[in-house]
T-cell receptor
Framework: LAKITQPISMDSYEGQEVNITCSHNNIATNDYITWYQQFPSQGPRFIIQGYKTKVTNEVASLFIPADRKSSTLSLPRVSLSDTAVYYCLVGSLAGNTPLVFGKGTRLSVIA | NAGVTQTPKFRVLKTGQSMTLLCAQDMNHEYMYWYRQDPGMGLRLIHYSVGEGTTAKGEVPDGYNVSRLKKQNFLLGLESAAPSQTSVYFC?????????????FGDGTRLSIL
């Protein structure tokens, strides 16, 4: 199984850019990296997914270096509503490669 | 616009009792998944299905069984509940596998085993 490591918690002020890094040293060739956001009493919600280099959508960017042993979720100009737990997921199910979630990073945005 | 619906939302069981958790999706997704979420542990995959009539084991399958008789439904069964199975259970679905396809999650079933 891939070993996934994320910081337990982070604090940020409103309007700042937040970068959350996920370590996945033994990522497999077929594995994708996906980030989810979770609010209390809700299921996780998809943010962004990538395989290598950089991916950007309307809410976030994902940076993946060439060795793919880590990835960084970047949230531009966070607001109070971005306070949530963020999970990194590595895997693909291709060739029975399992899906493994990190333990989550609790982001607290302060006014 | 239901997405993924889990039934029930809450349940309390006694040790040794059995029950079935139901997951239904209306997005015509091929893949469905069952996870458990415990404090400080993130989400762990229990079982998954890549299509109607198929199931496969995930990271923590022991003590659980699943069935996918219809494409839109994925059932998770506990034959003899144990206190260690106290958790929040999440169902998810995706159009294809995890490559390039986001999983859509339900809002969970909170299960307590006394």
């Amino acid at each position: 199984l891939a070993k996934i490591t994320q910081p337990i918690s982070m604090d940020s002020y409103e309007g700042q850019e937040v970068n959350i890094t996920c370590s996945h040293n033994n990522i497999a060739t077929n594995d994708y990296i996906t980030w989810y956001q979770q609010f209390p009493s809700q299921g996780p919600r998809f943010i962004i997914q990538g395989y290598k280099t950089k991916v950007t959508n309307e809410v976030a960017s994902l940076f993946i270096p060439a060795d793919r042993k880590s990835s960084t979720l970047s949230l531009p100009r966070v607001s109070l509503s971005d306070t949530a737990v963020y999970y990194c997921l590595v895997g693909s199910l291709a060739g029975n490669t399992p899906l493994v979630f990190g333990k989550g990073t609790r982001l607290s945005v302060i006014a | 616009n239901a997405g993924v619906t889990q039934t029930p939302k809450f349940r309390v069981l006694k040790t040794g009792q059995s029950m079935t958790l139901l997951c239904a999706q209306d997005m015509n997704h091929e893949y469905m998944y069952w996870y458990r979420q415990d404090p400080g542990m993130g989400l762990r995959l229990i079982h998954y299905s890549v299509g109607e009539g198929t199931t496969a084991k995930g990271e923590v399958p022991d003590g659980y069984n699943v069935s996918r008789l219809k494409k839109q439904n994925f059932l998770l069964g506990l034959e003899s509940a144990a206190p260690s199975q106290t958790s929040v259970y999440f169902c998810a679905s995706s159009y294809q596998g995890a490559n390039g396809q986001p999983q859509h999650f339900g809002d969970g079933t909170r299960l307590s085993i006394l």
